[in-house]
């Protein structure tokens, strides 16, 4: 699974521009699908299995898109301003390198400021392609681009930008690889433009219309010096969801997963995260309601270009999806 | 995506009559939630034109130029009535009535200026402290809403009630290449959506939407575009242009728009990421028809297109705008060119569409 | 003719935060039973109650809505026994210190909200209101039983029980929104003597104060042709008295403003005035704040109306409202739907009554 990982969190896709990545997960999941679809936004839908008396339209949801920058001004000099795309953290900014969706390549530097212990805002930022001077630069107003970092591969701890969400990405691929037997019509949605406002699962939800919803994404943790309090960890097992800043867990969906992952001998976490949210607020409020629920993936440093995930979370996250899909589901 | 076929039919031009169709828009008052008389205007201009015309639960104003073709696209073009204003919110003594904000209005634009108020269009004032009676302290700090009150005048007390909406009390006129007045923001884009329905073509069904209430949220756009099931849409607004000249002499790279540069194509705002395959098919229709164009630089702000996207399984969508100046201020200034090339490229634009727009799945070309 | 009082203070007693308003939904289902045809809950849990009426087919649909969640708190860490918590809804944090709560654990366990002493709280909290991420909730036990009966995600409600006060007041927890349900109940209740044209589904609404889940999702089901809410507003008080509050006991709370449709408006005023029902009217520049703010841009829209009922100290444990408001509330909402025409919303225009 390693390989799958570092082949999609390499991949540029900034919100609303998420093609590669869709391309890459299309070729991975082809041959397991029995049916798959983009939609309007770009959503890939894929669906597996067929509704049995016992079973449930399900949708899984994991996005494909990742924080960015997008260019608002090239200067005279080649110069390049921009804006964010999705919640970027300026301090993480200086010194960084982006990759834009053509390929050009550049590092974000800064102006001077009064003093170095001050942090930057936005507009004291810019980016530097080696271009000398407007005419001559590979960038124009509108283009996007992501961070650019490889992987790096610590045994079970992986860091790369854009573990949000790339690592559920590949989680659900590899669920719907392993997926044999299940009583339900289970829809995996690789969905678009989470970061910018869950504008993506909307429109896919409305499409797809499930029964019961179930997104798989990244959450805090609460385990690095002077963090924020918070009960969740690396390695001790996917998280179920309880609330997050702008969801309630369907509880008949938070007992189910307890009881599921109980049973199948799967570790755990309780997930009570303040502030953040996931593809499941928006499946929730589709059509006449859907019961919500999230597995998450533990993750530090969240939108920084190092974020780092336990690779026995992931796997644990995937046999739990795998015993949830795999029964029927309680409502 | 290579515009399919030349336009047949004539491209409406910005004329006296256009003009003056603009100012009876601008000098309405329509604010967030009350936007009846521009509705009645836009009614009056297309009853005659419409296929289709109806008004739903929230006062959109919905009108339907059908296709005359067999098989076609389904294109949605939304332009907001509504402007940002006043309600009255409580009664005071002798012609002092306390009032909110609706919508963005720039705070430090209040003091000092005229207002009318309700469906007469009754004169008040926000009143600002003389100069003579603030001490140097006060001067350095904004005027809090706090202190300010409409005015109707001592005998005023019956030209308002609780719940009446005000505007500023601007007074539409031309100014050489410019036009000046308050709700250019968006009185420009219905004025020209109204052109597009008079001259809409016969290949597509055009589903002309007059929305309300996109300044507190894009609300009247959500539910249209649920009722009218576009293919795709277009937002079509009028957004700032901070063209000035910077404090030091140094190059302004946050302007925005610029007046003079032609409409303004919307990569992203805050609400909605364009759909790349519309982004190109406007470029694209610009550079055949030799049309001056801009991008408008990504970031802030929204537009109806931000709902429209979102509706039901999701539909293709992309902003156009006419630049204009001191937007949610009394005075808002425009220039004629800039109205006129985005009538043109639109026009072209819904002359030229076809189905193979989307074709592909939605990804950069 | 049913106890307004009783009931209310049954379902004041109860637990019901947003999400998990089970206990309030069985109770409130228990007594509308008897004055609806049909009781069902939604997909996300809420209450829908059925009460056909008698037009002939294609009827009307009328959706009267009153969210039944609360405010509250929920675990979100153990600590040596202790619970840290998050809110759920909105909590001013400065009434937190001292409440007693209930934790629905494996079983329910009484509790207090309790604030460390300054030393162990960060110097620059001292002599400042505690931020909730410093609070805790001691439930006597050790962290041992702790560890057994609670869990990170557990609820934890108010635990203030409602009582009387003289002038026909009631304090609770969650007046606001069960005083709304109430004044629905009492609707229901009147209905059962009158003949009405129009389909009426009462509907306790789920998680308002969070996300508005129940009011997005239950007129998507019903697709009503319009909507009446009822919540409640600020009532004068101590601390606030501007032209934001309205008068407690002074009568029912008419809403103004884009949210709301102004014919509607414009037909439950005179009605209220043709029935000397007081009213005052509340100005809502921009949104109602209410279930309106959702079901109004559902599907192709429809047309709501607000109606409030006056109540000090929202969002507190002491809500206090006026029991007269209540039935003003309920009698005029039964008076306007038993004259509800067939063809009424063709006939109500967006046009602003002059």
Excluded at chain 1, 58 to 75: K, N, P, Q, R, Y
Excluded at chain 1, 119 to 135: H, N, P, T
Excluded at chain 1, 158 to 174: F, G, P, T, Y
Excluded at chain 1, 258 to 266: L, N, S
Aim: with cysteine; charged share 25%.
């Amino acid at each position: 699974m390693k390989e799958l990982i570092r082949k999609l969190v390499e991949s540029v896709g900034p919100s609303g521009y998420e093609h590669i990545v869709r391309d890459v997960v299309k070729d991975e999941v082809a041959p397991f699908a029995d049916e798959l679809r983009v939609d309007a936004l770009g959503n890939l839908i894929v669906r597996k299995g067929v509704r049995k008396e016992n079973g449930l339209r399900v949708m899984l949801s994991a996005h494909m898109d990742e924080i960015g920058i997008i260019a608002t001004h090239i200067d005279e000099n080649g110069f390049i301003r921009f804006t964010m795309v999705g919640g970027v953290f300026p301090r993480n900014c200086p010194g960084g390198r982006v990759r834009f969706m053509n390929g050009v390549q550049g590092v974000i530097g800064t102006e001077r400021t009064e003093s170095v212990d001050k942090a930057y805002m936005i507009e004291q930022l810019f980016i530097d392609v080696g271009a000398s001077s407007r005419a001559d630069c590979p960038v124009k107003v509108g283009d996007v681009a992501a961070f650019d970092r490889p992987m790096l591969d610590l045994g079970n701890r992986l860091v790369a930008k854009a573990m949000d969400d790339r690592i559920s990405v590949a989680a659900q691929i590899e669920t719907l690889r392993r997926l044999s037997d299940t009583p339900h019509e289970v829809y995996f949605v690789f969905s678009v433009q989470e970061e910018v406002g869950l504008r993506g699962a909307t429109a896919a939800a409305y499409g797809v219309d499930p029964d019961v919803g179930i997104a798989v994404d990244i959450t805090m943790t609460g385990d690095t010096p002077r963090g924020m309090k918070m009960e969740v960890a690396l390695g001790k097992g996917p998280a179920i969801k309880v609330r997050d800043g702008r969801m309630l867990s369907d509880p008949r969906l938070i007992r189910h997963m307890v009881e599921t992952a109980e049973k199948a001998g799967i570790p755990y976490q309780l997930e009570v995260l303040e502030g953040g949210t996931t593809d499941a607020s928006v499946i929730q409020l589709t059509r006449a309601g859907v019961p919500a629920g999230c597995v998450s993936i533990p993750c530090r440093y969240v939108h920084s270009p190092s974020e780092m995930v336990d690779i026995r979370d992931v796997q644990h996250a995937v046999r739990l999806l795998l015993e949830i899909l795999s029964n029927p589901i309680p409502l | 995506m290579k515009p399919k076929q030349q336009s047949v039919t004539r491209l409406p031009l910005i004329g006296a009559r256009q003009v003056a169709l603009l100012e009876k828009l601008s000098n309405a008052c329509a604010v967030s939630g009350d936007e009846g008389e521009v509705r009645r205007i836009v009614q009056d201009e297309l009853k005659s034109v419409a296929d289709e015309m109806k008004h739903d639960a929230l006062g959109n104003l919905l009108v339907i130029r059908k296709a005359r073709t067999e098989s076609f696209l389904k294109v949605m073009i939304a332009a907001h009535m509504d402007e940002v204003g006043f309600m009255i919110v409580d009664k005071e003594e002798g012609g002092l009535f306390r009032f909110e904000m609706v919508g963005g209005v720039s705070k430090s634009h209040l003091a000092g200026k005229a207002v009318w108020v309700g469906t007469k269009h009754h004169y008040g004032v926000i009143g600002a402290k003389a100069i003579h009676l603030i001490s140097p302290e006060e001067l350095k700090s904004p005027i809090s809403l706090e202190n300010l009150r409409i005015d109707m005048g001592p005998g005023g007390s019956d030209h308002a009630r609780v719940g009446d909406r005000a505007t500023f009390a601007t007074t539409f006129r031309r100014v050489g290449p410019s036009l000046i007045g308050k709700a250019l923001d968006n009185r420009l884009g219905v004025a020209t959506l109204i052109e597009l329905v008079k001259h809409a073509p016969m290949h597509i069904e055009l589903q002309a939407a007059f929305t309300v209430q996109e300044e507190i949220g894009a609300r009247g756009a959500s539910v249209a575009a649920y009722a009218l099931q576009p293919d795709l849409a277009i937002a079509l607004d009028s957004t700032p242009a901070y063209d000035l000249p910077d404090w030091d002499g140094q190059e302004n790279t946050r302007y925005n728009t610029r007046l003079g540069f032609g409409p303004a194509i919307y990569v992203a705002d805050a609400g909605t990421i364009s759909d790349p395959r519309l982004i190109s098919f406007l470029v694209a229709t610009a550079e055949q028809y030799r049309i001056p164009y801009q991008i408008r630089q990504p970031g802030g702000g929204g537009t109806d297109a931000g709902a429209i996207h979102r509706s039901r399984a999701g539909v293709p969508s992309v902003s156009v705008s006419i630049p204009g100046r001191y937007a949610h201020t009394p005075a808002g200034l425009c220039r004629i060119s800039d109205w006129r090339h985005t009538l043109a490229l639109l026009y072209h634009a819904l002359q030229d569409i076809t189905p193979s727009i989307l074709e592909t799945e939605r990804r950069m070309p | 003719m049913i106890e307004l009082t009783p009931f209310l203070k049954k379902l004041l007693g109860l637990p019901g935060l947003s999400a998990y308003e089970t206990p309030v939904r069985e109770a409130i289902a228990e007594t509308w039973q008897p004055l609806v045809d049909e009781l069902m809950v939604s997909r996300v849990g809420s209450l829908h109650g059925l009460k056909r009426g008698v037009a002939p087919e294609p009827r009307p649909r009328l959706l009267l809505a009153a969210h039944m969640d609360a405010v509250g708190l929920m675990v979100s860490g153990i600590v040596e026994g202790f619970l840290r918590i998050t809110e759920v809804g909105g909590v001013d944090n400065r009434i937190l210190p001292g409440q007693l709560v209930t934790v629905h654990g494996q079983r329910d366990l009484p509790g207090v909200v309790v604030q460390p002493p300054d030393f162990l709280l960060p110097l620059e909290q001292r002599g400042k209101p505690v931020r909730r991420e410093f609070l805790l909730v001691d439930v006597g036990l050790t962290p041992d039983e702790v560890g057994k009966l609670i869990r990170v995600g557990d609820p934890v409600s108010f635990a203030q029980q409602p009582f009387e006060l003289p002038g026909e007041a009631l304090v609770g927890h969650s007046l606001d929104n069960r005083a709304s349900v109430a004044a629905l109940t009492v609707c229901l209740d009147e209905l059962q003597h009158m003949v009405c044209g129009w389909d009426v589904w009462a509907v306790a609404t789920a998680q308002e104060e969070e996300t508005f889940l129940g009011a997005y999702t239950s007129p998507f089901d019903i697709r009503p042709n319009m909507a009446l809410v009822v919540d409640v507003t600020h009532a004068k008080g101590p601390g606030g008295n501007d032209y934001r509050t309205y008068g407690l006991g002074k009568g029912v709370v008419l809403g103004w403003g884009p949210n709301i449709h102004p014919g509607l408006h414009k037909a439950v005023k005179e009605l209220a005035e043709r029935l000397e029902v007081p009213f005052q009217i509340e100005p809502m520049p921009r949104h109602s704040g209410t279930d309106a703010y959702a079901i109004q841009i559902t599907a192709e829209g429809i047309p709501c109306m607000v109606l409030s009922i006056p109540l000090r100290y929202m969002h507190t444990p002491v809500e206090l409202v006026s029991l007269k408001d209540i039935y003003r509330t309920g009698h005029l909402l039964a008076e306007f739907i038993a004259r509800l025409k067939p063809d009424f919303i063709q006939k109500v225009t967006w046009e602003e009554p002059s």
